[in-house]
């Protein structure tokens, strides 16, 4: 059903929008598209994404480092869509074939679209550097999140079990990238050695622990005024965090780094949070693409060039009024998302097709630690200590998604600071399912996928 003014009629059988990405910006989109008078228009709406849930990203870094569960931050798509009418399949998206209105999945399977909204959000960048694909652990969902928890907390394990083996760099956790993520992560972790591990392993020599956080500029948190990265700074060498500025990750081996100072840093737990590029679907479309592979959009977040196809989020490449292009954080997402639902439904139903995009920073904000977060709010507010950490807190309970989700996460924040711990604490790892014990000894474990 392509048409020439790429404008949306209705036909009998209604029209089909697939979004795909269940993260902020798809989430959003889906929900807002389920309106029962778009329905009643005959507007259909397939959510598409590789797995059965929304994560709430921004909190992800307190998984890792045990203060959240995995389903405290996780919602189940089919769970928060049902009621609305969106359909949901699971799968993995491969290719987008614009021309006839398909996309493609891993497991075969394809599925049609009258209109699509691509919201697969981004990838790690790794910008080349040798082994760090292949050694580093990522924070980009839940998987990522327990596998780095379980390898933190079986470090710490390793140590206890071997006292006099922590040489090789069993306790030193190298953190790369100076941003939000990289800040809050090395903030966190320090908490967890300072609150929890000392109580927990009393046999360990906490001297050992090295934190690194590497950030290559010559500033922590480079989106922020130099009042708050240096905020930020002091806060976490306060905590014991080494940083180190101007230095970054040369190459990366399992049980070493290099940085780019020559410096080689035993170690067997290097995170990457040093960047990211748009999801490679956006190269799928064949277009040219972007700064850090992101689809040139329209003010209508249509993707140039290519017709029925919206881009939202992290996979978007929309003009920032500094000449750049927005930042790939969760307000821009969600923003687009609305627009973009405003204008598929103002079509299906005849009504006035929104104006353009504007984007509306409502501000950003790190947190260090426990009462101390840093936060640069619209009407040139800033905030620091104690009271940004407040408004962090209270903002990031109600960005999450279900009642469910903000109670568990305020009655856990409430439990771990009261009791001054990390309570989610288990080393879950899923490959040990893979060998079972029997009577007649291991056996490896085989399932259909
Ligand atoms: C650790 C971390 C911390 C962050 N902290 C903050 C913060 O504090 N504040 C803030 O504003 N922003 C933060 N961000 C950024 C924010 O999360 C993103 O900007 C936001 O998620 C972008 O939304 P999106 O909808 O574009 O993509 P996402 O929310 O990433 O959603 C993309 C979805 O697409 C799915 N998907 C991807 N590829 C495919 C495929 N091929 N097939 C099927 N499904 C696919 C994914 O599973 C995912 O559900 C953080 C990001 C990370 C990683």
Redesign the pocket.
Known sequence: MRHEDDRLTTPACGVHVVV???????LRTARALSTRRARRAGLRVTL????NH??F??L??QVATAGLQPQDIGISLRATLRRRGVAVRV????AVDAAVGRLRFADGGTLDYDRLVL????IAEDFGVPGVAAHAYG???LADATTLRNAVLSRFEAASAAPGGTEDGVLTFVVAGGG??GVELAGALAELVDLVVRRDHPELDLARVRILLLEPRDRLLGAFTERSSAHALEQLQRRGVEVRLGIGVARAAADEVVLTDGEVVPTRTLVW?AGVAA?P?AASLGVPLAAGRRLPVDEHLRVRGVRGVFA????AAFPAADGGLLP??????MQQGSVVAATLVAEVTGQTAPPPFAYRDKGS??TVGRAAAVAELPGGLRLRGLAAWVAWLGLHLLMLVGFKNRFGVLVSWIWNYATVDHAARLILDQREAATVETSNGWVRRTWAA
């Open positions: 795909v990405g269940g993260g902020f910006g798809g598409v994404d590789r797995h929304h994560t990203q921004p992800l870094y799968g993995e998206v491969v919201a697969a959000g981004a924070l980009k969902s939000p993520t949070a999801s679907l939202i989020g992290d996979l790939q954080v969760a307000p821009v997402a904000m790190a």
